[in-house]
């Protein structure tokens, strides 16, 4: 009954949250956040101690891994061996810790493969240069202590380092609820940051960027963030940036010898051959992974050719593998006060000072303690060598000598102490010498102390001091370039396309079809039945294609997806949406900002640019307005070097006008070309029947009904030019019954090269 009587009875939902809440502060105390003033998680700070304790100190031997993590889970901390030792290896890695704590040999993994480190009985440890400035003030009073998890040895609550380690090395960790993820500075720019906050404690963000330029990691790859980026970072706590991998060109090879932090080499190798394979980067030919113990880091991309553009590739390649990453910043700590808490940069160096100057306070009125027991001592040990017979008169005839010189010097059980613990080689008159000597030099010593707690502005000067030091024997220059903006982008279907040269054949009943080279005669291809040839362009496999039909509708089409000349092609209709009955009048290929001459029988025309014909809709795009009873004409790529414009009737009315009368215009009706009477139109009398662009060093030849042609150069003309809109003049008889009209070059500039 007495038992039943002691137990208190909680609701579940009480007992859950106190667990879940104890839990959780467990995890984020102990476990997985760094405190700001070491910046070690409590795994870590262990491993140190349980190392330090074994003098596996820089200048010792190296001893087993095994020794350590054993003493780690058997004294401070009772998890895994495996957690303990991952964690060991971690700071043991210097791509994973800009600067190690811990001295490796044997395998330790690589940044390929991290994990790939050898088991703890095989590899041999011992703590670097870099640990002994968190661990070497450790005795002198420093910081506080604890008992361990058994309560059989103390451990230190915190290491009292000399500098903010946490923002050296950075740290990532998951807690309940919350997290961590600090990059990694430059040693040099913390430092002088510290300083600048020592000296100015009014000092704002702008000032310290001026600084530390950004994060810093262990090898070359730059860093892509934007300097507002940056200051959303160092700010708030919180933000993100971007790693790139470091890569030069030579020859024909992109040649990569820095991967993005954590990245993996063998993953980005399977990511690269994947797209080889399904042939998204036709321009990469070979991949090798040349990568040796002098250089890990080697990996080599060949191109099919020196005219390969390395650097879109690799834009490409950052934006479709792990050649470039994104690494978020939380900078969560474990604050002064024993909380977590997002710091932003100059809270957090300012925090961190305050921990130091505490710290620097301690060690100072520990060593004044030490310094006033000595001398304490000191002052008793001179008085034997003022009145040595009788402290030997003491010893040698008291039942209790202590006692009796304690009442006959006025001493302390210390004092005393000290004097019956000399041994008699250190009567001698030069063991006075030294012990005044000794005496003198303590008393410098402890008013130099002194005057330090005493002068705030003293303290800031010996911190300063240290700092520099450290400076001088570990700083080292920044690494990671900072590259404000990333060109990094996937490349389109279109760009991963081999590109040559094409010809776009139409033919009369709308089949399409593609034919490579510009050098095939379009005529000369087989085609259906009476099927004849429509139209043709020249242009690239890369290149959209624009397709014009009857009603003045535009249609578009990569050109790399038409059916190929070997056969007869396909039906237009089957890949567009065309309204019934139309005739499909023009074919053309180029770049968004060819010009086009567009027009119809009823003497209307405009010039337009090709990208205002293309449109992403399987139902094309509405292009030009044609009038009743009109035709849409082909359309007439323009040339720079084209001067005039000729038009032709179907009586034989010839006109010629300059080029720059003609509108520009996305779409529409356009501007009269010729002037055809309404009446004439209407009864089909009278329609402009062809057009033709011509240069000042061409010639236009006129195809007649019948055999022969009439070839006019510029000056035959004259009587033909007038303004835009006009009748024009009638030709000679014998070539009015006209069928076409075509341009004659006299240079070498030829249509393929358009």
């Avoid at 706590?237 to 063998?266: C, D, H, M, R, T």
């Avoid at 291809?525 to 004849?532: A, E, K, M, Q, V």
């Avoid at 006109?655 to 055809?676: Q, R, S, V």
């Avoid at 019948?706 to 033909?720: A, I, P, Q």
Wanted: glycine share 6%; aromatic share 6%; hydrophobic share 40%.
């Amino acid at each position: 009954m007495k038992d039943q009587e002691q137990i208190t009875s909680i609701s579940l939902k009480q007992y859950a949250e106190e667990s879940y809440l104890n839990y959780a502060m467990y995890v984020i105390l102990d476990r997985a956040l760094p405190n700001i003033g070491d910046g070690l998680k409590p795994v870590q700070r262990r491993i140190l101690y349980a190392m330090s304790e074994l003098g596996l100190d820089a200048g010792s031997k190296y001893k087993k891994s095994a020794r350590t993590v054993g003493d780690v889970i058997g004294k401070f901390h009772p998890h895994g061996d495996g957690a303990a030792y991952e964690a060991m290896v971690l700071m043991a890695q210097n791509f994973s810790f800009k600067y190690p704590f811990v001295d490796g040999q044997g395998n330790w993994g690589s940044q390929d493969d991290p994990k790939s480190f050898a088991a703890m009985r095989y590899t041999e440890s011992k703590l670097t240069k870099f640990a002994d400035l968190l661990i070497s003030e450790l005795k002198s009073g420093t910081v506080d202590w604890q008992p361990n998890f058994d309560g059989s040895l103390l451990e230190p609550i915190i290491f009292p380092a000399k500098l903010p380690s946490i923002l050296l090395n950075g740290t990532s960790g998951i807690a309940v609820g919350m997290a961590t993820d600090i990059p990694s500075h430059n040693i040099n720019e913390v430092i002088d940051s510290t300083i600048y906050i020592l000296e100015n404690p009014k000092a704002e963000l702008e000032d310290i960027l001026k600084i530390i330029k950004g994060p810093d990691f262990s090898n070359n790859s730059p860093i892509i963030a934007s300097k507002e980026d940056l200051k959303e970072i160092y700010s708030t706590g919180k933000g993100g940036f971007k790693i790139q991998a470091q890569w030069a060109q030579e020859k024909n090879q992109i040649v990569i010898n820095a991967l993005p932090y954590q990245a993996s080499g063998s993953k980005i190798i399977e990511q690269i051959a994947d797209q080889m394979m399904k042939k998204k980067i036709p321009m990469v030919v070979d991949l090798v992974d040349e990568g040796d113990h002098k250089e890990p880091i080697r990996l080599v991309i060949t191109l099919k050719s020196n005219r390969v553009n390395a650097e879109d590739v690799m834009n490409h390649l950052f934006a479709s593998t792990d050649l470039q990453k994104s690494y978020r910043t939380n900078m969560n700590l474990i604050s002064l006060k024993g909380g977590p808490r997002v710091f932003p940069l100059v809270d957090l160096l300012k925090e961190w000072l305050v921990f130091r100057k505490d710290t620097v306070t301690r060690k100072l009125e520990h060593r004044l303690d030490q310094v006033n027991d000595r001398l304490h001592i000191l002052e008793g040990l001179l008085i034997v060598y003022l009145d040595l017979d009788k402290v030997i008169k003491i010893i040698r005839e008291s039942d209790e000598p202590k006692k009796d010189i304690i009442k006959a010097f006025a001493l302390s059980e210390i004092q005393a102490n000290s004097i019956l613990e000399i041994k008699l080689r250190q009567l001698a008159k030069l063991e006075q010498a030294r012990l005044e000597k000794e005496r003198d030099t303590l008393v410098a010593e402890q008013d130099e102390i002194e005057k330090i707690l005493n002068s705030k502005t003293m303290l800031k000067t010996l911190i300063k001091k240290e700092l520099t030091e450290i400076k001088e024997n570990f700083g080292d220059e920044r690494k990671s370039p900072i590259i404000e903006n990333s060109d990094a982008k996937v490349f389109s279907e279109e760009e991963t396309l081999v590109t040559e040269p094409i010809t776009i054949v139409l033919s009369g009943a709308g089949w399409i079809r593609s034919a490579k080279g510009h050098e095939i005669d379009p005529v000369s291809l087989s085609y259906r039945g009476d099927d004849i040839l429509q139209d043709f362009s020249r242009g690239k496999s890369n290149q959209m294609c624009v397709f014009l039909d009857s009603n003045g509708k535009a249609y578009s089409l990569p050109s790399h997806s038409l059916p190929s000349a070997r056969g007869m092609g396909d039906p237009i209709t089957g890949r567009v949406s065309a309204d019934s009955g139309v005739k499909f009048v023009s074919s053309l290929i180029g770049n968004d900002d060819d010009k086009y001459m567009i027009m119809n029988t009823a003497g209307y025309g405009y010039i337009s640019e090709f990208k205002n014909m293309v449109s992403n809709k399987k139902s094309g795009r509405a292009f030009m307005k044609i009038p009743n009873n009109a035709d849409l004409l082909k359309a007439i790529r323009v040339r720079d070097d084209h001067v005039y414009i000729a038009a032709i009737s179907n009586i034989g009315r010839l006109l010629i006008f300059k080029i720059d009368e003609l509108p520009m215009l996305a779409k529409g009706k356009g501007n009269k070309i010729i002037n055809i009477p309404t009446a004439k139109f209407v009864a089909k009398e009278e329609f402009m029947a062809h057009a033709q662009l011509i240069s000042l060093s061409s010639s236009l030849r006129i195809d007649r009904v019948g055999k022969g042609s009439l070839t006019l150069k510029l000056k035959d003309l004259e009587n033909y030019i007038s303004s835009r809109a006009k009748r024009g003049n009638m030709l000679p008889q014998g070539y009015r019954k006209v069928i076409g009209m075509a341009e004659e070059v006299e240079s070498t500039f030829t249509e393929a090269e358009e």
